[in-house]
């Protein structure tokens, strides 16, 4: 923007360069796909972020139902915990305990789930999750933490497609400084020989 803003200043200098005009034109551009062209590539993937997650939100949400499991006890040191109740993140004050919970067709389970605070008392109900087979799973994504995951994903496409655009520019400007500086050393070394010598005749 900087490049741009200068060179429109001062374009009727005499020593406004050709290669300064273009510099300043590839920052235009630059700063044209930034405002326009990487928000809307990011606004695209949090759509279709969104649509996806939210079909996947919608399926887990058929095949996954709740269901209160009895606390037995609690689980051994080795024993695996399968899934977390009511989606509890916090497992620094989780405890692992053994339950008991009906399949839907019926037959009893038992497994070990990592139960929150104040229920891992024996007798004690703990909501868990379970498929169409008894299976405990994770608990169905809901629409919001869909709609936050699909934001953050159109935030970091928009910034990834600003970070490639400005490395393009980088390059080209690169390339560009490289290009006048091998002009100013061709130039030189065709005026160099004769620096100062101008009117004595040799």
């Given amino acids: 923007m900087r490049a741009a803003a200068g060179v429109w200043r001062w374009r009727r200098s005499p020593l406004c360069r050709a290669t300064d005009r273009r510099e300043a034109w590839v920052a235009l551009a630059v700063l044209l796909l930034m405002t326009l062209v990487a928000p809307a590539l990011g606004g695209v993937c949090g759509v ?4 996806s997650l939210q079909r996947s939100a919608r399926a887990e949400r058929a095949e996954r139902r709740a269901t209160t499991a009895v606390v037995l006890g609690p689980a051994s040191a080795s024993s695996r915990v399968v899934a977390d109740p009511e989606g509890v993140s916090d497992r620094t004050t989780q405890t692992s305990v053994v ?22 008392a024996p007798g004690t109900g703990v909501r868990i999750w379970t498929d169409r087979a008894g299976r405990v799973v994770a608990r169905p ?16 496409a928009a910034m990834l497609a600003a970070g490639l655009i400005e490395c393009v520019r980088r390059l080209i400007v690169r390339h560009m400084v490289r290009a006048r500086h091998a002009l100013i050393d061709r130039t030189w070394a065709e005026a160099g020989p004769d620096w100062g010598r101008t009117g004595t005749g040799t």
């Fill in 99 to 120: 339950v008991r919970w009906r399949a839907p067709d019926g037959t009893e389970r038992r497994g070990t789930v990592a139960a929150p605070p104040g229920r891992a």
């Fill in 141 to 156: 994504m809901d629409v919001p933490t869909a709609r936050a995951h699909a934001v953050l994903a159109g935030l970091g």
């Fill in 48 to 51: 279709l972020t969104d649509e």
